[in-house]
Nanobody, 114 residues
Framework: QVQLVESGGGLVQPGGSLRLSCVAS????????MRWYRQTPGKERELVAH????????GYADSVKGRFTVSRDNAKNTVYLHMNSLKPEDTAVYYC???????WGQGTQVTVSS
């Protein structure tokens, strides 16, 4: 059974940091690229970051460049999203995704507020 389980969300003040984790199981994680998306009510899901299977190619949405870093540990079947200098507009539910097979996690809420 395929599972993607996100964790690490929460409430943080503007300018703060969080690290999201997504643990994968049920498929050969190291063979596949992974993505992080986010979504706020009434809006479409937005691609935030992308990382290839070995981590050799990485991409970011313009809105998070220079603040967010995506990484992965294939030995732990885990992809991370390090978020720094958080802004209120980063508030969203964050999802990890395997784009080729179409797997999604359940999401983790990030709220940036003073």
């Amino acid at each position: 059974q395929v599972q993607l389980v996100e964790s690490g969300g929460g409430l943080v003040q503007p300018g703060g940091s969080l690290r999201l984790s997504c643990v994968a199981s049920g498929f050969t994680f190291s063979r596949y690229a992974m993505r992080w998306y986010r979504q706020t009510p009434g809006k479409e899901r937005e691609l935030v970051a992308h990382i290839t299977s070995a981590g050799g190619s990485i991409g970011y949405a313009d809105s998070v460049k220079g603040r967010f870093t995506v990484s992965r540990d294939n030995a732990k079947n885990t992809v991370y999203l390090h978020m720094n200098s958080l802004k209120p507009e980063d508030t969203a539910v964050y999802y990890c995704n395997e784009p080729f097979l179409g797997y999604w996690g359940q999401g983790t809420q990030v709220t940036v507020s003073s």
